[in-house]
Structure formats: C-alpha cells, structure tokens
C-alpha cells in the first residue's frame, strides 16, 4: 500500500457518458498529480493542484476538469466520454515540493464502451 | 518544454546479467531531477532510484545504479544481477528544481524481459 488511494479501481461506461474519480493523497502531501496512460505507453501529465489550488496544466481535455478539496482529496471529472478515453488513470502525490519522487496510487482503469 | 526519450522500446536479460536502459532529456534547465520508475505487470509506479542534477555522483540503490550524463543530457540506468521479478516496464522521468509547479514528465518507457 503505497498510501495513495484511488477509487474506484476499475470503471466501464458507455460512450458520452460522465464519470467521477477519486484520490486520497498520502497522509500529510499537499501536492497532487493526475496522470492518463493509454494502453501500453507512457503516462500523460493532466493537471496538479497544491492544498486546494491548480498550479499546472499539460495535456487535459476541455471535457476533463479537476479540483482538490479542503481535505486534499481531489476528483478528476471526465464528461462526454468517448472511445479514446479509455485508459489507466493515475493519482499521485508529494509533499510541497517534491524532489523525493512521487508517490503513486494503484490508478483506477477506465473503460469506455 | 523538457522531453524525455526512451530509444529502446523492449530489451530483454538474462536472469543474473546485467543490463542497461537508455535514457537522454532535452532541457534549458540548470537544476532538475531525474527518476526511474518501474511498473511491473500489476501497473504499480514504483520509485527505483532518483538523481538530482547538481550532484555529480551517481546514485546507487543496492543492484540499480545510473550513470549520469549532464553534458549529454543522459541518465542510463543499469540492473545488475537481474532478477525474475525485474520484468517490469520502466519508465526515465524528469522534474525541473521543485517550485509552485513541478510536474514529472515520463518518456515512454522500455519493456524489460528477465528470462530464467
């Protein structure tokens, strides 16, 4: 157990549809991170956020958003879904600054039908 | 932007060999932080070893150690004694000095085989 926590692990919907996925970051990191990795490649920066606020932006869709509550959970929403979608959706987190690595989750795999 | 390539896309080792993933990044940065993470059939992302730019001496955890290039933008990272459970796809990540914004970036990973 990596201490991150992301649920659920595993999601199948239909095509146009919105989902939801969650991520508790490791107790005391302040930084969390939203990675996408499309089958067999490597992962895609999407957002991240520190103690509540967005502080960088790669590759994120308009349809995708994100934010980080005062508890530091963050949520990644995903709407209007299509096939491409589908995907291992990773969470990660770090202290303030995080020069140490990251500290990933399990990821949750979407799968969009 | 900073990018980072993984040339080998699948290498493959004999059990108790030794073998040597490549890595090379392109950036304006003078302090940075490179990484090698590992992901093994489970699709965990597992830390295996981290540099930082300004130290010259390479890092070293137990049968993993890199050898880094600044000069040439390289960060190789060698297995000695590989392991069974060292197949795993590994992916080279860089992090420009940590600040407000300090996002990772991965090349797109090289898939290593152990064969008994």
């Known amino acids: 157990d990596s201490g991150v926590t992301q649920t659920p692990k595993h999601l199948i919907t239909a095509t146009g549809q919105r989902v939801t996925l969650r991520c508790s970051p490791r107790?005391?990191?302040?930084?969390v991170y939203w990675y996408q990795q499309s089958l067999d490649q490597g992962l895609q920066f999407l957002i991240q956020?520190?103690?509540?606020?967005?502080?960088a932006k790669g590759n994120i869709l308009e349809r995708f958003s994100a934010q980080q509550f005062p508890d530091l959970h963050s949520e990644l929403n995903l709407s209007s879904l299509e096939l491409g979608d589908s995907a291992l959706y990773f969470c990660?987190?770090?202290?303030?600054?995080?020069?140490?690595?990251?500290?990933f989750g399990s990821g949750t795999r979407l799968t969009v039908v | 932007a900073q990018t980072v390539t993984q040339s080998q896309p699948e290498m493959s080792v004999q059990e108790a060999e030794t073998v040597t993933l490549s890595c090379t990044y392109d950036?304006?940065?003078?302090?940075?932080?490179l990484f090698w993470y590992k992901q093994p059939p489970s699709r965990q992302m597992i830390l295996v070893i981290r540099?930082?730019?300004?130290?010259?001496q390479n890092a070293t955890e137990n049968r993993f150690s890199v050898n880094f290039q600044k000069a040439a933008k390289s960060f190789s990272l060698k297995i000695s004694d590989s392991q069974l459970g060292d197949t795993a796809m590994y992916f080279c990540?860089?992090?420009?000095?940590?600040?407000?914004?300090?996002?990772?970036?991965f090349g797109a990973g090289t898939r290593l085989t152990v064969k008994p």
């Open positions: 990660a987190s770090s202290p303030l600054r995080g020069s140490y690595g990251y500290t």
């Open positions: 107790s005391g990191d302040l930084s």
């Open positions: 956020y520190y103690n509540g606020e967005e502080r």
């Open positions: 950036t304006s940065e003078n302090n940075y932080y």
């Open positions: 540099q930082e730019a300004y130290k010259q």
């Open positions: 990540a860089f992090m420009k000095r940590p600040g407000n914004n300090n996002d990772m970036r």
